[in-house]
DNA sequence: CTGGACGTTGACGCAAACGTAAGCTATCAC
DNA sequence: GTGATAGCTTACGTTTGCGTCAACGTCCAG
């Protein structure tokens, strides 16, 4: 995410313009479909859900580099386990880029807590494990005496 | 689940008998809900799922303690994470009380597989974590920018 | 002019696990 | 007889994140 951050970022220490990412300023839906490995349908759920608001070139959706970067702000917003309305609150708060210091305060709060959120999914895990092995073991050690036993 | 895998236990080390649990041979499903802090519709939910078959009493169900054992087993696969169809399955299994050790080895594989899966998600989730908590560092440092630089 | 490639807007489907009434029965205490 | 308590069935609603048609437009190469 900390890269995200940048949001287009201004001084970006000489991308070398080797694919189509290096300068291109608009893409078309195919093509953020494929850089980011999701669906037509994915982007235009997206946009459904205000996530994501290309401009229109005649009926055609265009995407920005702002539309791009906002899409990979969702898509890591996904990974780290928020939900998209989750996204969405973020990113409104993140365009009403008045109170900044107010924005910042209330993400990194968002953040904290998912961290706790994401904490306890995996000490919930941890035990689900724990008790799977055990029970692994258990199952092992009757396996063996019924096959001892078989015969 | 190792516990619950006794399945009614036959040599349970003498239980004192101070709650319903005790002796109790037969539930309402009141009953059931409220020692497994989970709903009516739950258990009925269940039940349509093949899950758990209770008798009637006329028109009420009856749980017995196999009933009771088999809510067990659902309960400790969902918290470590099976669905409720996987769950149906082994249930299954479990029941073709023929081919014990095939059985057993086939749940074995599950458990196995299981935790596969459960050590996947972890590592899911603690990568996860890790990138949020590198962004919460930043965003921690650009909060403190502002902070300065305003006033 | 024909077939792809690429794009569009609906709109229904799905999976999981119940929640949430609606409307009815039965039993018990008082 | 009346209300509380416990239970019943039927059946639609909810949430999340898209998948999967359907039916159609557009533009380019051959």
Same mark, same amino acid.
């Given at each position: 995410?900390?890269?995200?951050?940048?949001?287009?970022?201004?001084?970006?220490?000489?991308?070398?313009?080797?694919?189509?990412?290096?300068?291109?300023?608009?893409?078309?839906?195919?093509?953020?479909?494929?850089?980011?490995?999701?669906? %037509?349908?994915? %982007?235009?759920?997206?946009?459904?859900?205000?996530?994501?608001?290309?401009?229109?070139?005649?009926?055609?959706?265009?995407?920005?580099?702002?539309?791009?970067?906002?899409?990979?702000?969702? =898509?890591?917003?996904?990974?780290?386990?928020?939900?998209?309305?989750?996204?969405?609150?973020?990113?409104? =708060?993140?365009?009403?880029?008045?109170? @900044?210091?107010? @924005?910042?305060?209330?993400? %990194?709060?968002?953040?904290?807590?998912?961290?706790?959120? =994401? @904490?306890?999914?995996?000490?919930?895990?941890?035990?689900?494990?724990?008790?799977?092995?055990?029970?692994?073991?258990?199952?092992?050690?009757? %396996?063996?005496?019924?096959?001892?036993?078989?015969?």
């Amino acid at each position: 995410m900390s890269e995200a951050l940048s949001m287009d970022g201004g001084a970006v220490p000489a991308v070398p313009s080797n694919d189509t990412t290096g300068k291109k300023t608009t893409f078309t839906i195919g093509e953020l479909a494929r850089e980011f490995d999701i669906t %037509l349908r994915t %982007l235009r759920f997206y946009e459904d859900k205000g996530l994501i608001n290309p401009k229109r070139d005649g009926q055609n959706r265009l995407y920005n580099r702002r539309d791009r970067a906002r899409l990979k702000l969702v =898509l890591m917003g996904k990974k780290v386990g928020f939900s998209l309305n989750e996204i969405c609150d973020m990113l409104d =708060l993140y365009d009403l880029r008045d109170g @900044q210091v107010v @924005q910042l305060r209330v993400a %990194l709060n968002k953040f904290n807590q998912q961290i706790d959120v =994401l @904490q306890e999914q995996k000490s919930h895990i941890e035990t689900a494990i724990d008790e799977l092995s055990r029970t692994v073991e258990v199952v092992s050690g009757m %396996l063996k005496e019924r096959e001892a036993a078989e015969k």
